[in-house]
């Protein structure tokens, strides 16, 4: 069954950090939150004032964060010293697990920055795991050149497209989360198999694209409604964007700013941890 679009959302601007400024286009508001996924911030500056303050040290405890550099490169460094780059086209996966205290900054004086974050929820039984990360490099995730032009790239999951398997390093998990860059050349046409059972969503950061009859405009997120694929129609000046979906968790959320937790209690142990320097359970070096 094909799905259709549920809803349709304005990202809204804000900044975090230390000010950068960007769209945030899921988890600004509790209600919007789409099981298994908390957030999604895009961020997109040709002027370094928006972005080169960055994201100064800060925790997180509970979840996951993804971050997907399309264009620019900054640095990540976490209490216990690790260090990674990211560079053009990469993605940074990060497993918070019990805590995190990490900086992400940009290691660029000027020139564009583009990207995004997105937060997918751990389940109970995961949420108190060490921290860990794995970085992939932009030539490690696996591409699809569409015979009519676009392209699809697979950050995460599997999918099969036109007949060809497309197997992201990151795959599984309780969420088994999909996540797909698409670039679609003006009329093109795409037919994305999608999990019965999965939320789903796209968000759309150039042109204008349409499901099942209704229209995305730029800087909009849709939600779908259930079914096994969805076709993506992009408008006469093509479309990029970011199509997601994953296993919901169905667990209660409690959430206060970056710890993600499932009780009130949990979070005030979260915030007991973070003062008392043992939310990572490693000496803090930040
Ligand atoms: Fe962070």
Redesign the pocket.
Known sequence: MERTILNTLRAMDTSDGAGVRLKRALGYNPSVRLDPFLMLDAFSSDNPDDYIAG?PP?P?RGFE?VTYLVEGHMRHRDHLGNEGDLKQGGVQW?TAGRG?I?E?MPQQKNGSLRGF?LWINLPAAEKMKPAKYRDIADTEMPRLDLASGGQVKALAGEVTIAGQRLSAPVKGGQADPLYLDVVLRPGETLAVPLTQGHNAFLYLFEGRVEVAGDAVDTHHLATFTDGDRVTLVAQKRGARLLLLAGKPLGEPIAQYG?FVMNTQDEINQALRDYRDGTLTAEPSLL
């Open positions: 994201f800060h997180h964060t990060m995190i990490h992400e974050q970056p």
